[in-house]
């Protein structure tokens, strides 16, 4: 299995979140206090999605590296 595209894929997700975040903390300046802890509820929750989509794309990465380490040394 060829794991460099699809680690590309997960990094691809990872940013699409990490900018929705960005945009959902510049909503926050004008958020009413009695909506606060919902807000940061929400943050929390995307950000812990994203953090999941970095480590398996990093995974996915090394994976596919080791893979092609392997290949070059064992059939040059």
């Known amino acids: ?8 894929k997960y990094f691809n997700e990872a940013n699409i979140l990490k900018n929705h975040i960005k945009f959902l903390k510049n909503q926050y300046q004008g958020i009413k206090i009695d909506e606060d802890l919902q807000f940061k509820d929400r943050i929390s929750t995307l950000y812990k999605m994203y953090l999941g989509l ?10 596919q590296e080791l893979i092609d380490r392997c290949k070059k040394r064992f059939y040059p």
Do not use: D
């Open 1 to 8: 299995m060829n794991y460099g595209p699809l680690s590309q």
């Open 54 to 63: 970095v480590h398996t794309g990093k995974y996915l990465k090394r994976k």
